[in-house]
């Protein structure tokens, strides 16, 4: 018997389409991972049920809830995207009813950024018994300690319902403040994660971070080494976890920061991750190339540990320090995300609120290459100031710098950010589902512009996709640096079409 199972609901097919079956990553539960060992330092017992990994059906994962016998159940709700905390709600609710309809009486409880975001909303399920507000971690030890029952109502940081079910959310609770990151936030507990022959075997990198190569895409792994954000972009919500008000219309902007674990906790990760045979690791802080406080102690620990890791990190491009860049390349980080968004200033400039550097975006890209080291861009299409004329802007500067990779989403007010309470200030239709929320799937509904109708927008980008994607100059660029093997894995990529309500197709 478990005192709590984590579960990692399967949205994949939905969200992603048929790029699920080999393209899209398969991203180990990271913060099931931080809560189970959190709980597990307090001396409770955790399981982690990963729907996801597994390709586990709505009645194997119903069976394996049952079999674990847990006193709570907890779907963690995070994932790879910014918007994976909502489009992971298709999943979680279609698995909590599947839950309720086997007679099982075991409290289910919910969180993770659309929890955050929406609390009222996600309570109101008929399936969702309790929900943690922000990370949880602190409202989840009191909640295990409890009886799950009368004593419920004096719990900070969580939602329950009444009598007759009316929802109501408790007193918020504190998120572990700095200075207790690595006491009460201990590590991951990899042990738990489920595995066919070795260790995160059931995981998959990203196809780009492996260099375009399948066969080096597992084992894989993705750790933190700060949360949160300092800044506040508009179509933003990575802060909503940090929230600690209870009030409507809070969103990421109110609780922007940073919280950092010691660079000897990191170490201690690494090593774990090492030492289990993974290569291809994933530093997923939203702004790791920031703090050189931080950041340098983990690179040099990389280099003198000699790990051999292959790793990525994110950037913003006006946070890239030329002088570092050798220590990164030495320590493994082969690739950079970077945000660089939109290729027209003004448009930028408004959904970042000022707080962008403006910086020669050619200069920082030429100085990353030179290093040696592999650049994906970021772009988003159909922010509230585009219209197809910037759009061509953000397509023309995509094309003109050919990076190794590029990201190109719609634009969507996602449920936490600014630009959601935005959205509804001005009357714009939010999308009408969680699967309409994900950027790849056949209802995605992207938020319209000030110009330019939501179907306008998503064909703009699945057309600009496409043409990034099928360019000459970038497929050369590919086999030249990758391989021809390489080069034939995207062309085959690329072969695969979206189907998107939108446009009818």
């Not at 585009?386 to 190794?404: Q, V």
């Amino acid at each position: 018997m478990s005192d709590v199972v984590f579960v990692n609901p399967d949205s994949s097919l939905t969200a992603y389409q048929d790029l699920a079956e080999v393209f899209s990553a398969i991203e180990p539960p990271t913060w099931s991972l931080l809560l189970a060992e959190s709980c597990r330092s307090k001396g409770f017992v955790p399981a982690i049920l990963d729907c996801d990994a597994e390709r586990l059906s709505l009645e194997a994962s119903v069976e394996r809830i049952t079999y674990l016998n847990a006193r709570l159940i907890v779907f963690v709700l995070y994932g790879q995207n910014p918007n994976s905390g909502t489009t992971s709600m298709i999943g979680a609710i279609k698995l909590a009813d599947a839950i309720k309809d086997s007679g099982l009486g075991t409290p289910i409880c919910f969180c993770g950024s659309h929890t955050q975001a929406l609390p009222m909303e996600v309570l109101n399920y008929k399936s969702v018994d309790l929900i943690l507000l922000n990370e949880g971690t602190y409202a989840l030890w009191n909640l295990l300690s409890s009886n799950l029952g009368s004593d419920i109502t004096n719990i900070k940081g969580i939602g329950h319902k009444m009598n007759e079910g009316v929802p109501v959310l408790n007193n918020p609770e504190r998120v572990v403040p700095q200075e207790f990151m690595d006491r009460d936030l201990p590590g991951y507990a990899w042990d738990l994660l489920p595995y066919k022959t070795n260790p995160l075997d059931l995981y998959r990198a990203h196809f780009w971070h492996a260099n375009f190569d399948h066969n080096q895409r597992t084992p894989f792994a993705a750790i933190y080494t700060s949360l949160g954000c300092q800044f506040a972009c508009n179509f933003c919500m990575i802060n909503i976890l940090n929230r600690v008000d209870n009030g409507e219309n809070i969103d990421a902007s109110h609780s922007k920061g940073m919280r950092f674990w010691s660079p000897g906790w990191v170490a201690k990760e690494m090593k774990k991750l090492a030492d289990l045979g993974v290569r291809t690791l994933r530093i997923s802080d939203e702004m790791f190339f920031l703090n050189r406080k931080y950041y340098l102690p983990i690179l040099d620990n990389c280099i003198q540990e000699e790990y051999g890791f292959n790793m990525w990190a994110y950037s913003r491009i006006d946070t890239v320090r030329p002088q570092v860049l050798e220590t990164f390349k030495k320590a493994g980080v082969n690739w950079l995300a970077l945000g660089v968004e939109a290729g027209n200033q003004l448009v930028r400039q408004e959904v970042q609120k000022g707080s962008f550097k403006e910086v020669n975006i050619r200069e920082v890209c030429n100085t990353i290459s030179n290093a040696g080291i592999n650049i994906i861009s970021n772009y988003i299409f159909g922010f509230p100031e585009d219209n197809l004329e910037t759009m061509n802007e953000t397509l023309d500067l995509a094309l003109e710098l050919n990076t190794e990779m590029a990201n190109m989403y719609a634009c969507q007010a996602l449920p936490g950010s600014p630009l959601y309470h935005t959205a509804k200030r001005n009357g714009w239709a939010l999308p009408s589902s969680y699967e309409a929320f994900a950027f790849l799937s056949y209802e995605c509904e992207p938020l319209q512009t000030n110009n330019l109708s939501s179907a306008e927008v998503l064909k703009f980008r699945d057309d600009a996709w496409n043409k990034y994607f099928t360019s000459s100059k970038y497929l050369s660029l590919v086999e030249r640096k990758f391989g021809k093997r390489q080069r034939e894995n995207i062309e085959d990529m690329a072969k695969i079409k979206l189907k998107r309500r939108l446009l009818a197709s």
